[in-house]
């Protein structure tokens, strides 16, 4: 258990997926996801890992193939990025509706236009209503702890669907960090290897992926539905599980920092949560009564928590690397619908911050967190979302 | 045929689908079966084969059978594949079989990837030339000057005025080891090829052309007498290529105009509509005899080496 290395976060995945034994990886590059599938070709090259390795011509293949893998009772595996993940898009449905489990690393990275290689939420929360289970983490230690739970919890008889891990490019991906792995053994206990409910199997012979007309297509949507919601249970024993041989405690859906009788929150996602912690310590020491909700599970998302979290709160600031155009950020549309008609429920801004890339540092919480008590006293409704650090200097003629 | 062929009993594809009647594609696939035994897993993208064997509830497959998408059916299967390979179940073998709408189009840059990497998978075309499914739209495998509803003949169209993509050759230059075409109406030559294809690994394509009553206008019960005058007259030429030659051909016995062909159905009937359509039939013509002249597919014009059938 004391095995503690200096590793890139890419590589900290790579060598979490090695040991949990995927039958089958498919991979095609895309940055900053690429390390961690050129990390397990090398393995799956060096014979350090027994895996099938495909190699496709596209990312929708990528998740294809992984998605056949998974419907012939092999457990399996790709990562992907951006227009990556864009491009899987219409298979992740299918895949949920069809009950497939298998991992995604979804590498976050912006949406094109314009092009850009930098991090934000958009491509992964796009996916927020295909039925895949979403997770964000902080640091590439939880990123390792959260893929050996990520396979336990998709193949998990009740839920069975694919589960994404979420974490931010470079800024994880490509960044050391000292990480404590499991022994082979401690994995293998934690994590059997894959028993599909049903599978491809000629002596067995099922069909898969049938036509289903308006007497019951509603149905099966509502069973994903309810694989999430009642899943939320089982994902956090599994979370408690882990934590347990790992020791270290990452929370459950999401981890509730300095909350208790806190009047302004803000909820936060991915590795921005590190900064915030850091922010909310130093406001609390000035005496401001200041929490963070990191919201570690998007998808189902976890409203039961996050509400009994925020419990007393004057305010809650959202912060979003997310749009969605036309409206706000997506996590505050999720939270103010859970909120309305809730007695005594607090007020919540959308404020997005972090697109593209745009460095959120000590001070920009700190500005979020001031314009969030400005508004907290004011009657006005907080109805349009509030654009951290927007530069109105380079907008184009005519933009207000 | 006998009755005994007929039983479900002895069928891994069986009666109680939802096929037009007179589809050429059920009783493609039902042979297809025939032919490959009962230890496979079969990979269908969305098309009319998905639509009619798989309303919720009902299936006539007989073997494992899994649909997924449109355009990933080579992938899918390649997944199969993996998860068998890595499961170590040597005896259980991947069948891929899709329309043309899947694989001379949407599916193309999915089943060029799994060519090109050679996984061990038998994908077989039912190729009806036109998305069926959705009433009959254009695909590249629609022939030069048919109507399809989105490329209808009309007072300023003929219809379809490209030729119908090579599939077999592009196919073929992956460096396959084996790649055939087939016909509905031979139903014995057709098992003969599935069974030839499935004694070789890696990837592996047949294409065969379908005959369709409902998108092409013929009565349902001409499925068969259709689908000969397309070999007969050239315009579908049926041959085995191994590794990248051409093996074997089936001969012509005799070979009929392309008219007699055109004229059976609708999707044609534009072009005997008035004597400009004349040119037309000419063009036709000359791509079936440049298919006959390509494959040697009359007697006199079969190449030495090659093994001729009747």
């Known amino acids: 258990m004391n095995n503690t290395s200096v590793m890139e976060g890419s590589e900290a995945v790579a060598v979490a997926v090695k040991a949990c034994r995927p039958h089958v ?12 599938v050129e ?65 995604i690393t979804g590498v976050n990275r912006q949406i094109s236009a314009p092009i850009s290689i930098q991090v934000d939420h958009q491509d992964t929360m796009s996916l927020r209503d295909s039925g895949v289970i979403q997770f964000y983490v902080e640091s590439s230690q939880e990123a390792y702890d959260t893929h050996m739970a990520a396979f336990k919890i998709a193949e998990d008889p009740g839920i069975l669907l694919p589960v994404m891990v979420c974490m931010d490019g470079w800024i994880l991906t490509h960044s050391y960090e000292r990480i404590t792995l499991l022994e082979q053994d401690e994995v293998d206990g934690f994590l059997p290897p894959f028993q599909p409910v049903n599978s491809l199997d000629v002596n067995d012979p099922k069909s898969w992926g049938s036509y289903a007309e308006e007497d019951m297509l509603m149905e099966f949507k509502y069973a994903v539905h309810q694989a999430m919601q009642s899943g939320k249970k089982r994902m956090k024993e599994i979370f408690t599980e882990l934590a347990q041989i790992t020791g270290r405690d990452h929370g459950g859906l999401i981890e509730a920092y300095r909350t208790e009788d806190a009047e302004f929150i803000l909820v936060a996602m991915g590795s921005v949560t590190g900064t915030v912690k850091e922010a909310v310590d130093e406001l609390r020491s000035e005496g401001k009564a200041l929490g963070l909700i990191k919201l570690r599970c998007y998808r189902p998302f976890p409203h039961e928590d996050i509400l009994n979290a925020i419990k007393g709160a004057r305010a809650v600031g959202v912060m979003e690397a997310n ?68 530069n109105t200097d380079i907008l184009p003629k005519g933009v207000e | 045929m006998s009755t005994q062929n007929l039983s479900n009993d002895q069928e891994l594809f069986v009666s109680g689908h939802r096929a037009c009647h007179g589809c050429g594609m059920s009783l493609a696939v039902r042979h297809i079966l025939k032919a490959t035994g009962k230890d496979v897993i079969v990979v269908t993208p969305t098309g009319c084969l998905e639509t009619f064997t798989s309303p919720y509830g009902y299936s006539p497959w007989r073997v494992p059978w899994i649909h997924h998408l449109f355009e990933n059916g080579p992938a899918i299967a390649t997944g199969v594949v993996a998860a068998l390979k890595a499961q170590k179940r040597e005896s259980e073998r991947v069948v891929a079989i899709g329309g ?66 090579d599939l077999p050759t592009i196919i073929a230059a992956h460096g396959v080891p084996y790649v055939a075409t087939a016909s509905v109406a031979y139903l014995k030559d057709l098992q003969k090829k599935v069974k030839k294809a499935m004694g070789y690994h890696g990837a592996r394509y047949i294409q065969i052309d379908s005959t369709c009553p409902s998108v092409w206008g013929f009565p349902s019960d001409q499925t068969l007498e259709v689908a000969r005058r397309g070999v007969q007259s050239g315009m579908v030429p049926l041959f085995e290529m191994e590794d990248g030659e051409v093996t074997k051909v089936r001969k012509i016995k005799k070979k009929i105009p392309v008219e007699e062909y055109l004229k059976t159905q609708k999707r044609f009937k534009h072009i005997f509509s008035d004597a400009d359509g004349r040119e037309e039939i000419q063009t036709i013509q000359a791509l079936a005899d440049s298919n006959i002249e390509r494959y040697g597919l009359l007697k006199k014009t079969a190449p030495q080496d090659a093994e001729v059938q009747d």
């Open chain 1, 39 to 103: 990390s397990l070709a090398r393995m799956v090259a060096g014979g350090e890992l027994d895996s099938q390795y495909v190699r496709v011509e596209s990312e929708f293949s990528a998740a294809s193939v992984i998605s056949g893998a998974s419907a012939a009772g092999s457990r399996s595996y790709t990562a992907s990025s951006s227009q990556g993940l864009l491009l899987m898009t219409e298979v992740f449905y299918a895949s949920a509706g069809m009950r497939l489990p298998f991992v």
């Open chain 2, 100 to 165: 043309d709408g899947s694989t001379f189009d949407i599916g193309f840059g999915s089943l060029s990837g799994m060519l090109e990497r050679g996984d061990d998978v038998l994908y077989i075309c039912v190729d009806n030339g036109a998305y069926m499914n959705t009433g009959g739209q254009r695909s590249s495998a629609s022939p030069i000057y048919s109507s399809t509803t989105t490329d209808p003949a009309g007072k300023r169209s003929l219809g379809k005025l490209q030729k119908k993509k």
């Open chain 1, 25 to 36: 990886i498919s991979a095609y590059p895309i940055s900053p996801q690429t390390h961690i």
């Open chain 1, 323 to 390: 749009f969605s155009m036309g409206s706000e950020g997506a996590v505050s549309m999720d939270l103010k619908a859970k909120l309305c008609g809730q007695k005594d429920a607090p007020l919540v801004v959308s404020f997005i911050a972090g697109l593209g890339g745009r460095e959120i540092n000590i001070n920009t919480v700190r500005n979020i967190v001031e314009e969030l008590e400005g508004v907290a006293g004011s009657d006005v409704p907080q109805l349009e979302p509030r654009w951290v650090g927007l």
